[in-house]
């Protein structure tokens, strides 16, 4: 059965950094376009950047600038760096392929106070 393993969130001032690392153990990882969500209390999940099998990457606008998505194929790990953190960040975080989404994992907490 297929997993996604999102860890490296936590409790994090404004103007902080995290790095949110996310293992899938998918077969063929390096072709499949990976993307980050996040959903907060209250709020529909929503895709915050993604990342093609070719590394061409996309934002969401509130995140342009300040988040960045990577992966290691080698790995199969996509990663999301985040800085200049803001309280509307806080949301727990989730990873998972574009095409057809698989059962999600249970996320990564972020928190960031003011």
């Known amino acids: 059965q297929v997993q996604l393993v999102e860890s490296g969130g936590g409790l994090v001032q404004a103007g902080g950094s995290l790095r949110l690392s996310c293992a899938a153990s998918?077969?063929?990882?390096?072709?499949?376009?990976m993307a980050w969500y996040r959903q907060a209390p209250g709020s529909q999940r929503e895709l915050v950047a993604s990342?093609?099998?070719?590394?061409?990457?996309n934002y969401a606008d509130s995140v342009k600038g300040r988040f960045t998505i990577s992966r290691d194929n080698g790995k199969k790990t996509v990663y999301l760096q985040m800085n200049s953190l803001k309280p509307d960040d806080t949301a727990v975080y989730y990873c998972n392929r574009v095409r057809a989404p698989l059962n999600w994992g249970r996320g990564t907490q972020v928190t960031v106070s003011s």
């Open positions: 990342i093609t099998r070719g590394s061409s990457t």
């Open positions: 998918l077969s063929l990882f390096s072709i499949e376009t």
